[in-house]
């Protein structure tokens, strides 16, 4: 931890050494942003092809208005479902540019998250946390959360994804009339419920 801080005070001191210099010279320093956002895409892909070259069994659970139903899923079904988070990448460069980056080190689950936040309030994909193992720096759990609206009906989704296990995607459905639904699912091939 000590050394964290005498790396930062140093970048600090260098950073603010390059604003004054060229604040004496009549210049702003502009610093590029470089950065890259996480991009999920290649992580779903490979979780895909993980169960694809395995033969796990593959089943749905899903919980809707109080009733549970679970079937089994087959390997293009499955890979349907994970379309959902294929779809919600959002580490292109149109994409990214909408998003703020922060980084923590979460004690209390081992992690280190990686959280975009939309700097638009309406953008569709609300938030994104990626934990990584704080050991390895290994995908340990993606979650989205979106807002949508399809029709007169507005849909709030909540995808998780456990690496190597299991993943949900759960809707709430809400219309301007009133009318309510929540919709469970579950899809898992490695993991103990």
């Given at each position: 931890?000590?050394?964290?801080?005498?790396?930062?005070?140093?970048?600090?001191?260098?950073?603010?050494?390059?604003?004054?210099?060229?604040?004496?010279?009549?210049?702003?320093?502009?610093?590029?942003?470089?950065?890259?956002?996480?991009?999920?895409?290649?992580?779903?892909?490979?979780?895909?092809?993980?169960?694809?070259?395995?033969?796990?069994?593959?089943?749905?659970?899903?919980?809707?208005?109080?009733?549970?139903?679970?079937?089994?899923?087959?390997?293009?079904?499955?890979?349907?479902?994970?379309?959902?988070?294929?779809?919600?990448?959002?580490?292109?460069?149109?994409?990214?540019?909408?998003?703020?980056?922060?980084?923590?080190?979460?004690?209390?689950?081992?992690?280190?998250?990686?959280?975009?936040?939309?700097?638009?309030?309406?953008?569709?994909?609300?938030?994104?946390?990626?934990?990584?193992?704080?050991?390895?720096?290994?995908?340990?759990?993606?979650?989205?959360?979106?807002?949508?609206?399809?029709?007169?009906t507005m849909i709030t989704?909540?995808?998780?994804?456990?690496?190597?296990?299991?993943?949900?995607?759960?809707?709430?459905?809400?219309?301007?009339?009133?009318?309510?639904?929540?919709?469970?699912?579950?899809?898992?091939?490695?993991?103990?419920?």
């Open positions: 931890m000590k050394q964290i801080r005498v790396a930062f005070l140093f970048l600090l001191i260098i950073i603010l050494g390059c604003q004054s210099r060229n604040a004496k010279n009549g210049k702003r320093a502009s610093i590029a942003d470089t950065a890259k956002y996480f991009a999920t895409t290649p992580f779903i892909k490979s979780q895909i092809q993980y169960v694809d070259l395995r033969n796990f069994p593959i089943y749905k659970i899903t919980v809707m208005d109080g009733k549970k139903d679970s079937v089994s899923l087959s390997k293009e079904d499955f890979s349907r479902w994970a379309g959902v988070f294929l779809d919600k990448d959002i580490s292109g460069p149109e994409k990214a540019a909408g998003y703020k980056e922060s980084v923590f080190n979460d004690l209390s689950t081992g992690s280190i998250t990686i959280n975009y936040s939309p700097l638009n309030g309406e953008a569709v994909i609300q938030n994104v946390d990626i934990l990584l193992a704080q050991e390895t720096s290994q995908v340990k759990r993606i979650l989205i959360k979106s807002v949508y609206n399809h029709g007169d989704e909540l995808c998780s994804w456990k690496t190597d296990k299991s993943f949900q995607v759960n809707r709430s459905y809400t219309t301007k009339s009133g009318y309510q639904k929540t919709e469970l699912n579950t899809i898992n091939w490695n993991d103990t419920p």
